[in-house]
């Protein structure tokens, strides 16, 4: 299970602070205060750590004075989650919403890293085909393995499917970020269900509030019904933002986006009842 906001350890006479979201800076600001106080040597990394330090507006709304910050670079992964684990770093892609490329400038698959079923590498299948092969060899013994940032539909051929297939994954997760990912977002699924892949087993994440308008919003998660696989609304946060959920694209208004939000995460009981009839 992920824990929760920020971790905190400590050892010896130092505290450690792992920051994983940018909201969560302000509370790392009380936590470093109080434990300054204490006597400690405090040390705060993860990414919204890095993303201050590259982010002069961002540091000076924060801060973190005298607080020795080490970006994303303590070994805190697995205390956030101690089944999850890395096998690469960084990501080919710039998406202008994602914080990768700021983190993680640099794209290079580690030479060791412990199997665990959560793989949390952001672009697994931009790897060299001999790394993800390793990487399927020693997940093979490992039940209900979760590549949890997702599949990159554009990169998916036969082999990286050949290998998935070797795998006990709980779940196939692709994106469809905008409208002119509708085609390979639509292969990649017709591919893993042509492999015999469950469709139940496969979803994708919905970027929304993003620029886009409702209707073509509606329109990605409609279609990935109509083929059998749960939408996932993930509602764009900016790289800077101090506070969850403030964002507001122009294109929406509050209540839209909540009922939008709700409705597409309770399919489980909302499937029989369409859209446009459903009063949030």
């Known amino acids: 299970m992920w824990s929760k906001g920020i971790v905190e350890w400590q050892e010896g006479g130092t505290a450690f602070l792992s920051v994983p979201f940018t909201w969560d800076l302000p509370l790392a600001y009380s936590r470093a205060v109080g434990l300054k106080q204490q006597g400690f040597e405090v040390r705060a990394g993860g990414p919204a750590v890095e993303l201050m330090l590259n982010n002069p507006k961002l540091e000076a709304k924060v801060g973190l004075p005298g607080v020795a910050k080490c970006g994303g670079h303590l070994p805190a992964l697995g205390r956030h989650n101690p089944d ?158 101090l506070e969850k959920d403030d964002f507001l694209s122009p294109e929406w208004t509050r209540y839209n986006l909540a009922r939008f939000v709700h409705y597409w995460f309770r399919q489980n009981w909302l499937s029989k009842v369409p859209f446009a009839e459903y009063v949030y």
């Open 84 to 241: 999850a684990t890395f096998t690469s770093r960084g990501c080919i892609r710039r998406c202008r919403f994602c914080a990768v490329h700021q983190i993680e400038p640099v794209f290079e698959e580690l030479e060791d890293w412990v199997p665990a079923p959560i793989v949390c590498d952001n672009n697994i299948l931009a790897t060299s085909m001999d790394h993800f092969d390793r990487v399927v060899d020693r997940l093979v013994p490992i039940r209900g393995v979760d590549f949890n940032q997702g599949l990159d539909a554009r990169l998916l051929n036969a082999h990286h499917i050949e290998g998935l297939q070797k795998l006990n994954m709980a779940k196939a997760t692709f994106a469809w970020d905008n409208a002119s990912e509708e085609s390979p977002v639509l292969d990649a699924i017709a591919q893993m269900r042509e492999s015999g892949f469950p469709k139940s087993k496969i979803t994708c994440l919905v970027l929304i509030n993003n620029g886009e308008s409702q209707a073509e919003a509606l329109y990605r998660m409609e279609t990935l019904k109509s083929v059998g696989v749960r939408g996932c609304p993930m509602r764009f946060q900016p790289l800077d933002t």
